[in-house]
């Protein structure tokens, strides 16, 4: 018979005291670790979001940077053209003055040769009349020696050329004028852009004669208020591209012109070798070029862009490879801070 008493029941009290106190220390830890991953979570959240404000603010300043650089280079490239504009709005004066008095000089001298040869005329008609053989022999030598009878059929000939390369001298030297006008204050002025067009051809045509056919195909425009050089720089840029463009065979560029509305355009197509599509919405870009190094700087197509864009104009592009490119200008036929625009908002 086992006499031994049972085990004193302040031990499983004690054992309930530990497990109490151990359940409240875990969840006392449980809370604290929870509070302590609230704050990381709170932490990573705004360390993510400084990032991201960082990330942002860094992508805007490097566009700033990059609307910096091109401003710079636009400022620079409009400086450069206003410069060579007065330079060559000088020269074509001072060339124009003396072409003047070539051209009217040209026109009373040939009213003296004319004279001239109907003098000679008369003389040759009262050759036999002359009564002495000696002289008769003489005259008929002399006229021999100096070949007067080509220099008759010859002196007509070389006054037309010339007068045809003085008249070609004086367009050269109005195109020039044209292109190269300095807008006075940037001040909007009402431009036949047809003139423009024909004036910058002339002025580009050692660029393109060996490359392509110009072909014109002009419809019926009313001028526009534009600033009229910087419209015929765009017409450079793009005509000279689509000549870069066009080889080894000879091609052909086609200008055509036409309005709807109150808007005009100005188509420049080209059969050269047309932009991949990959690279179409990045011809705009500035700095942006797929010519060798040091061949060009890739701001041409970039500030047309912008000529056109302060026009409240657009430019579209149709390309296909290996086929040619189409690039059309639109423009508004009344600028829009006009007085007159402004009146009809």
């Not at 109005?174 to 300095?182: A, C, P, T, W």
């Not at 051809?201 to 392509?212: D, G, Q, T």
């Not at 534009?226 to 000879?250: D, F, K, T, Y």
């Not at 309005?259 to 932009?275: L, M, P, R, T």
Request: charged share 25%; glycine share 8%; with cysteine.
């Amino acid at each position: 018979m086992n006499t031994h008493p049972p085990a004193p029941a302040q031990h499983d009290v004690h054992d309930e005291n530990r497990l109490d106190r151990l359940e409240e220390l875990v969840a006392k830890r449980t809370s604290q670790l929870a509070q302590a991953n609230g704050r990381l979570e709170e932490d990573i959240r705004k360390r993510e979001s400084t990032e991201a404000e960082l990330m942002r603010r860094n992508a805007e300043l490097t566009e700033l940077n990059a609307k910096l650089s091109l401003a710079k280079e636009q400022l620079l490239q409009s400086e450069k053209l206003a410069s060579i504009g007065q330079l060559a709005a000088g020269v074509a004066h001072e060339i124009n003055n003396p072409i003047g008095y070539i051209f009217s000089n040209f026109g009373t001298l040939e009213g003296y040769i004319a004279n001239i040869l109907d003098m000679l005329k008369a003389y040759e008609d009262a050759e036999t009349s002359i009564g002495s053989p000696d002289l008769l022999k003489k005259v008929r030598a002399m006229r021999e020696r100096i070949e007067l009878d080509f220099l008759k059929e010859d002196i007509p000939v070389l006054m037309k050329e010339s007068k045809e390369g003085i008249v070609r001298v004086r367009k050269i030297v109005q195109d020039l004028k044209d292109f190269s006008r300095v807008d006075a204050n940037q001040e909007w002025q009402w431009a036949d852009l047809h003139r423009g067009i024909d004036s910058t051809l002339n002025i580009v045509n050692n660029e393109v004669k060996y490359k392509a056919d110009v072909v014109k195909n002009y419809g019926d425009l009313p001028e526009i208020e534009c600033l009229p050089s910087q419209i015929n720089q765009v017409i450079m840029n793009i005509v000279v591209n689509a000549a870069h463009a066009i080889g080894p065979e000879r091609g052909t560029i086609a200008i055509s012109t036409g309005s709807s509305g109150q808007h005009v355009w100005i188509e420049i197509k080209d059969n050269g070798a047309g932009i991949p599509k990959d690279i179409q919405s990045r011809i705009f870009d500035p700095f942006f070029t797929t010519k060798p190094i040091g061949a060009g700087t890739g701001l041409g197509l970039s500030l047309s862009y912008g000529i056109v864009q302060k026009h409240h104009g657009n430019i579209e592009i149709d390309s296909e490879p290996g086929v040619g490119s189409i690039f059309r200008i639109i423009l508004p036929i009344r600028h829009a801070g006009s007085p007159e625009q402004d009146a009809k908002a």
